[in-house]
């Protein structure tokens, strides 16, 4: 079976999910240079930096009913031309921002109110590009295409902890500070305003075509959701908050958290992250060739054991003072976390049916990633300076996947070749 929408829109829409995830990446991996610009320095920046990103977050789920009921309602096209609209002009704006150099205190709550316009509406984007592409593709490869919208978020990362590692590595500390700091959000706005004029192009849904021919579009798809599909809700939440605290601690955290805990310096947490980057875009296409081959509910097992088993390891090699033992409990940290994201792409979005899709998959998805991806950076922060416990982001995780484990036990396949 061909897919269901030409390969050009299946590539804009997996290949967007770059600038989504190159913001938010952008802010963990820059945290402690914008805890100087925009906090002023001093011990308390970097956690204070790292709780108004947390705080930000929680727009997610606000952003994913809005956006969530205009794809469902109205198509997914016109909700992802919208929030990369959205996205464009914060990342823009941000990259004009003056300094607590400047303005003081002020400085830090303009930055505050654009990563809550970012929050809100990063809430329907990547819930929409699953939407689209699970629609889309396929059902044979919707495991595959699910996956390169994943590798895709990574090559986002990718690109945030280059251009922060370059930018840090090329700029005296005085200038880093002075207008350094603006390129990388300067990046980010081209890259989502070339985005947003290649989504122009991206054909319907055919599912949600569908459904306006047959007037079936729900008036309230939220609702419908809540009340139809709950059990897909609570499914997605599960899967989605492994997904966030693997990624949000075992990658994007991990910079900060050499850093501060003056295992290797800022520059070199930096370039480790680049090679971590690199093999997530490497495992994530293999992970989604095989959950469409063995199924999502074997490869989300799997994934939550090794969750389960590997991150306080990991960290306590981190820490050994040692840059070969940091690269490994770096790589390894991002292979599980590439792995759990491939899957939990198109296995969160095959709990509901394509009436309230969008809806149902951003409330559960959102919400977790509220929960376990923006907060866990800074508890896990909070964590290691009150106990002294460098151990404690694995734990963290670890508790996470042991959570999770029994709702994957008991979740029924969705690959659709091996229902």
């Not at 390969?7 to 913001?23: C, F, G, I, K, P």
């Not at 906090?39 to 930096?49: M, V």
């Not at 149902?360 to 416990?389: D, M």
């Amino acid at each position: 079976m061909a897919h269901r929408v030409s390969h050009r829109s299946l590539a804009v829409a997996a290949l967007s999910t770059v600038v989504e995830w190159y913001d938010f990446t952008l802010y963990l991996y820059f945290a402690t240079v914008v805890a100087r610009v925009f906090f002023g320095g001093g011990s308390a920046a970097l956690t204070t930096a790292l709780g108004g990103f947390a705080l930000a977050y929680l727009m997610r789920p606000f952003g994913a009913v809005a956006f969530g009921h205009i794809a469902d309602r109205h198509g997914r096209r016109p909700m992802l031309l919208l929030s990369m609209a959205l996205m464009s002009m914060a990342m823009l704006l941000t990259a004009l921002l003056p300094t607590y150099a400047q303005i003081g205190p002020a400085a830090a709550w303009l930055l505050f109110a654009l990563r809550c316009v970012m929050g809100f509406s990063v809430g329907g984007e990547y819930t929409g590009v699953i939407t689209y592409l699970l629609e889309g593709a396929n059902p044979a490869r919707r495991g595959l295409i699910a996956s390169l919208a994943a590798a895709a978020s990574e090559i986002g990362a990718l690109l945030a902890v280059g251009v922060s590692a370059v930018t840090v590595a090329a700029l005296s500390e005085a200038d880093l500070q002075a207008w350094g700091w603006r390129i990388p959000f300067f990046v980010g706005a081209a890259l989502a305003g070339t985005v947003w004029l290649a989504r122009r192009g991206l054909e319907e849904s055919p599912d949600w075509e569908q459904l306006r021919a047959d007037g079936e579009l729900k008036a309230n798809p939220l609702a419908h959701a809540v009340s139809r599909q709950w059990g897909g809700v609570l499914r997605a939440f599960a899967i989605s908050s492994l997904g966030s605290i693997t990624y949000y601690v075992g990658i994007t955290y991990v910079p900060a958290f050499l850093a501060s805990a003056g295992s290797i310096g800022e520059a070199a947490a930096l370039s480790l992250s680049t090679i971590a980057a690199v093999a997530v875009i490497l495992v994530t296409p293999l992970v989604g060739v095989l959950s469409d081959r063995f199924g999502r509910r074997p490869a989300l097992l799997v994934l939550a054991l090794l969750s389960a088993a590997l991150p306080i390891a990991m960290f306590s090699q981190m820490t050994g003072g040692s840059t070969a033992r940091a690269l490994l409990g770096a790589v390894v940290l991002a292979l599980v976390a590439g792995g759990v994201s491939a899957v939990g792409a198109i296995a969160t979005g095959e709990q509901f049916s394509h009436e309230s899709r969008a809806s149902g998959l951003g409330l559960g998805y959102t919400v977790a990633t509220a929960i376990f991806g923006g907060l866990t950076p800074y508890v896990a922060q909070r964590l290691v300076e009150a106990t002294g416990s460098p151990l404690m982001p694995g734990i963290m995780i670890a508790l996470v996947a042991v959570a999770a484990l029994p709702v994957f036990a008991m979740m029924r396949e969705t690959a659709p070749r091996l229902r």
